[in-house]
């Protein structure tokens, strides 16, 4: 890793040069080489390509003693402490009381479209001629019972209908963007390397990968520490939708991945404890996207543009 450094030299300065001059000669000296200093990001996209994620932390830890990668694990660990709802209240989380509740607005839309429909055309198809008028509404009337059925039974089948046809709602994709780029500032603010993504309907996620935190997780041997942190990142995507939306949509997959954390820590944790444990992840990374919010919009951009891994840990840094 190296910053490739060509510095233009002022010319030699003439005796009786004024101050103004001087200063001038100075500044055009500091442009100069702030515009010829690059940073080589080869390494960095390597170890990304490569799905290395120690490759990828050591990358960017050389990036960050060269003062490009700031953002990178600039987060100081915190350690968890009883949170309350009128916290999130204050920091502006809206209807902070339900965040914990799954969403049923998708398949609610879902069944209800299915059932209106359904029963629409199986009303136009009783017009129909001799045993067509019976048998025709008797079928696409079955429908409907069908989808319930398999709702019932095994509702996991459905999700990617469902998911397919969340896409009608007008903030649908821009509310993937931002879930999804919640969890890849706040890892990589906490120093975990996000090594892939995908804002597609139904595969929405980022690939956290890490062998180390990995051994962790097989053996069951979480601490603290790792547990907070994981617990933050995973409570990032619901943060982002409560700052921005009445309704927090996208919090089951959320909320899933951080019981799974959650069953794997020594000591276990009681019922009270894991509530205030993800109170308090969501008051961090609230914090965390409040105040890293031109980072953030940067990133739900770079995202919405399919941009690479690298490109978006550029607009992280970019960001103003």
Same mark, same amino acid.
């Given at each position: 890793? &190296?910053?490739?450094?060509? =510095?233009?030299?002022?010319?030699?300065?003439?005796?009786?040069?004024?101050? &103004? @001059?001087? @200063?001038?000669?100075?500044?055009?000296?500091? *442009?100069?080489?702030?515009?010829?200093?690059? *940073? %080589?990001?080869?390494?960095?996209?390597?170890?990304?390509?490569?799905?290395?994620?120690? !490759? &990828?932390?050591?990358?960017?830890?050389? =990036?960050?003693?060269?003062?490009?990668?700031? @953002?990178?694990?600039?987060?100081?660990?915190?350690?968890?402490?009883?949170?309350?709802?009128?916290?999130?209240?204050?920091?502006?989380?809206?209807? +902070?009381?339900? =965040?914990? /509740?799954?969403?049923?607005?998708?398949?609610?839309?879902?069944?209800?479209?299915?059932?209106?429909?359904?029963?629409?055309?199986?009303?136009?198809?009783?017009?129909?001629?001799?045993?067509?008028?019976?048998?025709?509404?008797?079928?696409?009337?079955s429908i409907s019972l069908v989808v319930l059925a398999i709702g019932? /039974?095994?509702?996991?089948?459905?999700? *990617?209908?469902?998911?397919?046809?969340?896409?009608?709602f007008p903030d649908y994709q821009e509310r993937i963007a931002r879930?999804?780029?919640?969890?890849?500032?706040?890892?990589?603010?906490?120093?975990?390397?996000?090594?892939?993504?995908?804002? %597609?309907?139904?595969?929405?996620?980022?690939?956290?990968?890490?062998?180390?935190?990995?051994?962790? =997780?097989?053996?069951?041997?979480?601490?603290?520490?790792?547990?907070?942190?994981?617990?933050? /990142?995973?409570?990032?995507? #619901?943060?982002? !939708?409560?700052?921005?939306?009445?309704?927090?949509?996208?919090?089951s997959a959320d909320l899933f991945t951080l019981q799974r954390f959650?069953?794997?820590?020594?000591?276990?944790?009681?019922? +009270?404890?894991?509530?205030? #444990?993800? @109170?308090? &992840?969501?008051?961090?990374?609230?914090?965390?996207?409040?105040?890293?919010?031109?980072?953030? %919009?940067?990133?739900?951009?770079?995202?919405?543009?399919?941009?690479?891994?690298?490109?978006? /840990?550029?607009?992280?840094?970019?960001?103003?």
């Open positions: 890793m &190296a910053i490739v450094a060509g =510095l233009v030299a002022p010319a030699a300065k003439p005796l009786g040069l004024s101050g &103004a @001059r001087r @200063r001038q000669h100075r500044g055009r000296w500091r *442009v100069a080489a702030a515009a010829a200093a690059e *940073v %080589d990001l080869k390494a960095l996209g390597s170890a990304i390509d490569k799905k290395d994620s120690q !490759e &990828a932390r050591q990358a960017l830890d050389e =990036l960050k003693e060269l003062g490009w990668a700031k @953002r990178w694990s600039s987060q100081p660990y915190m350690s968890r402490r009883t949170t309350s709802l009128r916290e999130l209240t204050n920091l502006g989380i809206k209807n +902070a009381e339900n =965040l914990a /509740i799954p969403s049923v607005r998708n398949d609610a839309a879902f069944l209800f479209t299915v059932v209106g429909t359904t029963g629409f055309l199986a009303v136009l198809a009783g017009q129909l001629p001799g045993d067509w008028g019976f048998f025709v509404p008797y079928l696409t009337g019932s /039974i095994s509702p996991g089948l459905l999700q *990617v209908a469902i998911g397919s046809f969340s896409a009608v879930h999804e780029a919640a969890h890849f500032l706040v890892a990589y603010l906490t120093g975990l390397p996000i090594l892939g993504y995908s804002l %597609d309907i139904g595969k929405e996620h980022v690939n956290l990968v890490d062998d180390q935190l990995q051994k962790l =997780l097989y053996s069951g041997q979480l601490d603290q520490k790792e547990v907070d942190r994981l617990a933050v /990142i995973s409570m990032a995507g #619901l943060a982002a !939708e409560g700052l921005e939306y009445d309704k927090v949509v996208g919090q959650l069953n794997r820590t020594k000591p276990p944790l009681g019922k +009270a404890q894991q509530q205030n #444990l993800t @109170r308090w &992840a969501v008051l961090i990374a609230a914090s965390l996207l409040k105040n890293n919010k031109a980072a953030h %919009d940067a990133l739900v951009s770079a995202m919405s543009q399919k941009a690479t891994v690298l490109g978006c /840990i550029e607009a992280i840094e970019n960001a103003s």
